[in-house]
């Protein structure tokens, strides 16, 4: 990876660290989850609207974490809405082979979410901070799959 695009998706991540989208208590959202990495102490609350069509309408969390499971939270929250399942379930796949340094099958991803999951994967090289990066998406799973909760121990 070159230097200016290390920077590129550093700053990607302190902005979204910094000033979370999508961080707020929907009016009425039809799946939530809670979310804990005991490890660093990140919990977060995730709740998703799904629409009529089985569409992820909205996307919204809230929580204390380390940087960079902010930064993943609400990354995440922005590339989800509008997605199907289906959708979600290959991102997910994408993000988690991204992390842990395997290779993705890159079929359906949107190139903007590509950026965001290689800004977000920078910690494959730390496996502590891996834990921090995926915990949304733990969360994500529970909440859609309507489990109530996911650790990442
Ligand atoms: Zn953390």
């Not at 102490?41 to 919204?60: E, H, I």
């Not at 609400?74 to 842990?100: N, Q, W």
């Not at 991803?109 to 733990?138: F, M, N, Q």
Request: glycine fraction near 8%; include cysteine; hydrophobic fraction near 40%.
């Amino acid at each position: 990876m070159s230097d200016d695009l290390r920077d590129l998706y550093q700053d990607l991540i302190l902005d979204h660290g910094k000033r979370p989208r999508n961080f707020r208590i929907p009016s009425q959202p039809t799946r939530e989850a809670l979310g804990h990495n005991p490890l660093c102490g990140d919990r977060l609350t995730l709740y998703v609207t799904m629409d009529a069509a089985g569409m992820v309408q909205d996307a919204a969390f809230q929580g204390i974490g380390c940087a960079i499971s902010v930064a993943s939270a609400s990354m995440m929250t922005e590339m989800v809405k509008g997605k199907s399942l289906p959708e979600i379930d290959r991102l997910f796949a994408y993000m988690h082979a991204a992390c842990t340094g395997q290779s993705a099958d890159e079929t359906g991803i949107e190139e903007e979410d590509k950026d965001r999951i290689a800004a977000l994967s920078g910690v494959r090289d730390y496996p502590v901070r891996v834990k921090c990066a995926t915990l949304a998406w733990h969360t994500l799973q529970a909440a859609l799959k309507q489990e109530g909760a996911a650790s990442t121990e």
